[in-house]
């Protein structure tokens, strides 16, 4: 099998998405757009890929950095004028080309994988995808021969009547021999209405010049769908949450309620979890086996331990060990890491914050730049005071320490092994390990003091 490259189509700037943002990054299922068609094109086995980029171009190099090779199209010239951009990068390779839009998500990588097996099985010059459109009203059809061969490419408004009943239709993916691309870009013309350079065009002479083109049919036609609005965006979005709970509901993960349930592509979940309703799962999140999540729950770009309750609660950034519970109203932010067997309940919050195996914060406290230790339990209301203004100091709370209720913490500060601190205190210095702290006001009762007031 010959080496295949990607050339990706993502210069537009999709005018009715009425948005500043360029049409490729905008996301499906937690990832661009363009992401989607890059990482299918990998899947099929592409060694190498360029993205002709043009509206936005920084953004969306940014977007795709050291992922892929980029050419300019500073002007918007049609797909072959696009193609044409990258024969720099084509010049010495003498491959596979698979040429691609950078707005269609819905691409598989066994799709793709299947349209560059077909196209070398059939030592074919090029082979189209095609697809069989309910409606293929406004397409290009795709007109075969009787021995399955692809003799035009013929527009909607171009087309005889005959013609208009054929279902299939160009998708505007295709696989080209290297050579015999380069050489047909070069006899382009703009000669058409719109002044610009068409890819199909590259079908029609390879045709003229005897050369096979071929034809493979997506089995399902949502799958090349181009994104160019937000309705479209949104139809996009269902399909692929609907295609990832699927999966993982066919890897035995449990999930009560997958049209409330909203998990993106790259997320890695294990057997035996359950997800509940009006659970959010973003970005790089990974959860392990025997977990209970959700409901009303968000986690973005966290780890999740095996054996772990976690409800009604937002984390992110955040890394929570193996049976732990959390929730419900709680909110982990970065870089948090709670070790094995931690509690942390209701409306706690913890920031940037190690907490060790087996601690607990059960209730109404802050926990904020701590570095605690096992087995460490933390009264209602603690405090840890990291901020003096201008900048953030770290708490230290060591093994097996006890703060009672309604403590505040001020950092920098250190409360030794096996220390306990008396409720209501405000701790401004260290505590050395196995002592009692203290820091509050001495009581003072007033006898007959109200009815003196009342009088």
């Known amino acids: 099998m010959s ?4 050339v990706i189509l993502a210069a537009g700037k999709g005018t009715r998405m009425k948005s500043a943002l360029p049409k490729v990054l905008h996301q499906v299922g937690g990832k661009p757009m363009v992401q989607h068609v890059l990482d299918a094109a990998t899947f099929a086995g592409a060694a190498k890929s360029v993205v ?24 918007q010239l049609g797909t072959g004028h696009a193609v044409m951009q990258a024969k720099e990068q084509l010049a010495d390779f003498d491959g596979t080309v698979m040429v691609l839009c950078g707005d269609t998500p819905l691409l598989t990588g066994e799709l793709l994988q299947k349209l560059y097996v077909e196209h070398n099985k059939e030592q074919a010059a090029a082979t189209v995808l095609t697809a069989v459109m309910p409606d293929p009203t406004g397409y290009g059809r795709v007109i075969r021969d009787t021995a399955g061969q692809v003799i035009k490419i013929v527009e909607h408004k171009d087309a005889a009547p005959a013609e208009l009943k054929v279902c299939e239709i160009n998708t505007g993916i295709y696989c080209f021999e290297a050579r015999l691309l380069l050489k047909a870009l070069e006899g382009l013309t703009c000669n058409n209405v719109q002044g610009e350079y068409y890819l199909t065009d590259v079908v029609a002479i390879l045709n003229s010049q005897g050369q096979k083109v071929w034809a493979v049919s997506a089995a399902d036609h949502r799958e ?3 994104i160019n609005s937000r309705v479209q965006l949104a139809e996009a979005e269902c399909i ?13 993960v449990t999930i009560m309620d997958p049209q409330s349930t909203f998990i993106d592509a790259q997320v890695e979940i294990g057997p035996d979890t359950i997800i509940y309703p009006f659970t959010w799962i973003e970005g790089q999140s990974k959860i392990g086996a025997n977990s209970s999540i959700g409901p009303n729950s968000r986690l973005t770009n966290t780890t999740v331990g095996e054996d772990v309750t976690l409800h009604f609660s ?4 955040s890394t929570i060990g193996n ?9 982990l932010r970065p870089n948090t890491e709670l070790k094995d067997g931690v509690k ?13 195996q087996k601690s607990k914060i059960p209730h109404l406290s802050y926990i904020g730049d701590t570095d605690m230790g ?8 603690t405090i840890t005071v990291n901020y003096d203004g201008k900048h953030k100091h770290r708490t230290t709370i060591e093994d097996d320490a006890f703060i009672g209720c309604n403590t505040n913490l001020v950092a920098p500060v250190t409360v030794g092994q096996g220390s306990y601190v008396g409720a209501g205190s405000t701790i401004t210095k260290n505590v050395p390990p196995k002592s009692l702290g203290v820091a509050r006001a001495r009581q003072n009762n007033i006898e007959g003091w109200v009815e003196k007031q009342r009088r």
């Open 3 to 6: 080496q295949l490259m990607a």
């Open 52 to 75: 002709i980029i043009g509206f936005g171009a920084q953004t969306v190099a940014d977007a795709l950095a050291g992922q892929t090779e980029f050419a300019v199209q500073a002007d």
């Open 224 to 226: 090349t769908m181009g």
């Open 240 to 252: 692929i949450r609907q295609r990832k709970v699927q999966s993982l509901m066919e890897n035995g």
């Open 314 to 317: 937002y984390v992110h950034d």
């Open 323 to 331: 049976d732990v519970t959390v929730g419900p109203y709680v909110h």
């Open 344 to 356: 942390v309940g209701n409306f706690v919050e913890v920031k940037n914050s190690v907490v060790g």
């Open 374 to 381: 096992a087995g460490v339990n933390i009264g209602s209301g």
